[in-house]
């Protein structure tokens, strides 16, 4: 089986200073990652993905990140944040032999961006 | 516009009582998911279905029943046999791949008294 650790329970930063969300996986077999951003009371979206190529991947809103296979990591990074990024940050892995998109997910980071 | 449905937003029973959650979607994908949500948990699988009249246990499934009778439909039951029913309840579907986005529904809260 996979499994995530978010190292950051809550992260609180100010406006337009950078972020960055640590991710580690644990997996016997290669697997896919994601990042995906819920604000409150509301489903998860999809920030970035990882399949294959470049480890440097850009998501939606300004976001991207790393992913080392050496380290299995898979951080999150902005570069300058805003007050609308304040919200519930969300790493998942799933495995690339299976032919069901099942997810596993860690914890979550807390991104509170201060004015 | 295509998306998961989740109905309704809020939901408060006594305990004891059954209840159910639904979720529909319109956009075309076989496999359909339901994870429950707690402060600091992350996300957690209670089933899975990847096709219309099959479905699979996830990590939490006691407790909770579902049914896939249609492709688009898969509704949760939480039954008085679950313990802690207290939470955040989200639906998510797929299209039969394991590098595939999963899109999620707006969430039911649900709220035993």
């Known amino acids: 089986a996979q499994s995530v650790t978010q190292l950051d329970s809550q992260v609180p930063v100010f406006e337009e200073a950078p972020v960055e969300l640590r991710c580690n996986y644990s997996s016997s077999v290669s697997v896919y990652l994601f990042w995906y951003v819920q604000y409150p009371n509301q489903g998860l979206q999809l920030l970035l993905k990882y399949l294959s190529g470049s480890t440097l991947v850009k998501g939606i809103n300004g976001f991207e990140a790393e992913f080392n296979k050496s380290q299995t990591s898979f951080h999150l990074r902005k570069p300058s944040v805003h007050i609308s990024d304040t919200a519930e940050y969300f790493c998942a892995v799933s495995a690339q032999s299976s032919t069901l998109g099942r997810l596993y997910f860690g914890r979550g980071t807390q991104l509170t961006v201060w004015p | 516009d295509g998306g998961i449905t989740q109905s309704p937003k809020y939901l408060f029973r006594k305990e004891g009582q059954n209840v159910t959650l639904s979720c529909e979607q319109n956009?075309?994908?076989?496999?359909m998911y339901w994870y429950r949500q707690d402060p600091g948990q992350g996300l957690r699988l209670i089933y899975y279905?990847?096709?219309?009249?099959?479905?699979q246990k996830g990590d939490i499934a006691e407790g909770y029943s579902v049914s896939r009778e249609k492709k688009e439909s898969f509704p949760l039951t939480v039954t008085s046999a679950q313990k802690n029913p207290t939470a955040f309840y989200l639906c998510a579907s797929s299209i039969f791949y394991s590098g595939a986005e999963a899109f999620f529904g707006q969430g039911t809260r649900l709220t035993v008294v």
């Open positions: 956009l075309n994908h076989d496999a």
């Open positions: 279905s990847q096709i219309v009249n099959d479905f």
